[in-house]
């Protein structure tokens, strides 16, 4: 009898470790890509909503499961109850979500710039700098150059709040170049991992084409009153910051200088910020009171209210920098729910949001509000757009995979609040901006 109750324990004992075996490696596969149609009870209770949802549109969908591993998509979507005191409760939910998977954030990391940047001047506090000072960029080589002008400002003098207007409005890389080397490397990053962003490594300009110690420098910045006294004097700087060094190679080959080269494209040296962290950043923007005091930007209400407004107005409603509807139409940069197609932007909705796209890879990180049908939702997305593997040949399927993949995310989760009872409506006083000012 002994013997019979000990052979039933083995093979009880064998059967669970295969569960447990084959758990793991749906979990694995499910990261990989390996295995495309996961059975949504195998999944986490976190990862299970999202999933579910988008299991429904096959039509829209479908690619994505049977193309994991080379779409590299990741989703967070935040869930939004208010409570009887304003406060609110968050509940996200993730798929395939993996801080450890590369991918290139591209213009993304210009919303914690842009924020640091406001950040800076509070704690510099010094009288007569504020974001509205005239900003002048210096040089002193062939590399870097000088900013003493912007046609795009009412009085034609660069500042720090029309680089933010126009990295928010249609994410201008100029801007965001200036404001890295008004910040430069340490500040940026050091502040970032000290709200506990770890992963965040912003350390280069972009759509230039700098080594690693040009990089590195940053020019002389010069800031004046309206008598032309200098009230604020950023000298220049080499960063002595030392980040993580990585091993990060994608694809298959890449062109340089017009040249194929068969081999995996370095990443190693580029730009880093989790959608977890995007994510993060954002909700601190938006929610600051419902963040950890150590995530929280040191902005005034002022500072708070610049962001959301600029964030979330469209191009042509901005006077000062003027944009045509031509080249910067209604959703030039609303990537969730619009697809950035041209056309008018959907009635009664706005949406707080920074995207990206660079090398094949697709971001947005958004804040969706209908103030009609009182729907807010967090929706943060990346997916990567390059079937062939071959970086640098802007042969990029943004039109066929990643626009209609992120317009149709938004669709989907956006119907899905729809039917989501709330037990208290949303009060978005705070969210509500004149865009004729």
Known sequence: MKLIIFTIAIIVSLNTCTVVKNKKKIASQASSGENQSLPVQNLLEKDRLVYTIMKKYPQYFESVFTNLNNNRVQIIYTQIDRGKNKL????????????AEYFYPASTVKLPVAILALQKLNELNINGLDMN?????????????????????????PTIANYIKKILLVSDNDAFNRLYEFLGQEYINNSLHKMGYDDVQIIHRLDLSMTEKENRYTNLVNFYDSSSKIV??????????????????????????GQMVNEPFDFSQKNRLSLKSLHGILRSILFPEMVSASQRFNLTKDDYSFLRKYMSMLP????????????????YVKFLFTGSEKGAAPEGIRIFNKVG???????????????????????????????????????YD??????????????????????????QLPDFSQLIFDYNK
């Open 133 to 157: 000072t005239t900003m002048i960029t210096e040089t002193d080589d062939d590399v870097h150059t000088a900013v003493y002008n912007d046609p795009n400002s009412a009085n034609g003098r």
């Open 398 to 423: 943004y039109t066929t995979v990643g626009f209609p993949f992120m317009k149709n995310l938004g669709q989907v989760i956006y119907q899905h609040e729809l039917k989501r009872k709330k037990k």
């Open 232 to 257: 604020y004097s950023k000298q220049a700087a080499t960063s002595q910051f030392v980040y993580a060094s990585r091993n990060t190679k994608l694809g298959k080959g890449f062109y340089r200088k």
């Open 316 to 331: 042509r409603e901005s006077q000062y920098p003027a944009y045509d509807s031509v080249n910067y139409w209604d959703n």
């Open 88 to 99: 609110s409760k968050f509940t996200d939910h993730y798929f395939n979500l993996n801080d």
């Open 357 to 395: 796209d660079a090398y094949g890879f697709l971001i947005d990180a958004a804040y969706i509000v209908d103030y009609k049908n009182n729907i807010e939702f967090m929706l943060s997305a990346v997916i990567h757009c390059n079937s062939d593997g071959i970086f640098n040949d802007d042969k």
